[in-house]
């Protein structure tokens, strides 16, 4: 009942666009100041991740795979991160204000969102993650007042023409 109330709803498509607007303000700032500023560097916040691990009430590492990922994947690739951090965020966030894409937009903040929660990064997170769920959860109603109101539509009868003539070449 719930679900159906928050994928199919009017009342829900409205309370969803101001959660959406919300979230998405906070991943636009946060990430034009990134690009704004052009001296944004991860590094710092990795290496720190990866000195100082979440860990359990026994003092052992928590997530010692994502520690892993960090020292042999991000650290040596810092560079693309850099970028990808920034823009991320800021595209994340126009997704969601626009209210473009916004299943695909709210499921990348959500990984960031892990990401940093991984790296022992609290602050609002959890909040974020809770709002990030029902949002993605409500699927196509959380962009109905939105350019999702035209742009799943076009996608959708796009992707079935290609998939109509991919069929065809194939049968013949």
């Not at 795979?65 to 042999?72: G, M, R, T």
């Not at 969102?113 to 022992?120: D, E, V, Y």
């Not at 990064?121 to 196509?140: C, E, K, M, Q, R």
């Not at 996608?155 to 070449?169: D, P, S, Y």
Request: glycine fraction near 12%; hydrophobic fraction near 50%; charge should be positive.
């Amino acid at each position: 009942m719930f679900m159906n109330f928050l994928r199919e709803n009017k009342i829900a498509a409205g309370i969803l666009t101001v959660l959406r607007l919300y979230l998405g303000y906070a991943w636009f700032t946060a990430g034009l100041g990134k690009l704004q500023s052009g001296a944004f560097d991860a590094s710092g916040f990795l290496k720190n991740a990866v000195a100082n691990p979440v860990k359990g009430p026994d003092g052992n590492m928590v997530y010692g795979w994502y520690v892993n990922f960090l020292e042999s994947f991000a650290l040596p690739n810092i560079d693309v991160f850099n970028l990808i951090v920034p823009w991320g965020e800021t595209l994340i966030g126009l997704g969601l204000m626009l209210g473009c894409l916004t299943t695909a937009a709210m499921f990348f903040g959500l990984v960031m969102n892990f990401s940093f929660f991984l790296a022992g990064t609290v602050s609002h997170n959890p909040t974020d993650i809770f709002l990030g769920f029902i949002i993605l959860t409500a699927g196509f109603n959380a962009g109905r007042i939105g350019l999702d109101h035209w742009v799943v539509p076009f996608l959708r009868k796009t992707m079935r023409a290609n998939g109509l003539k991919e069929k065809v070449k194939s049968a013949a």
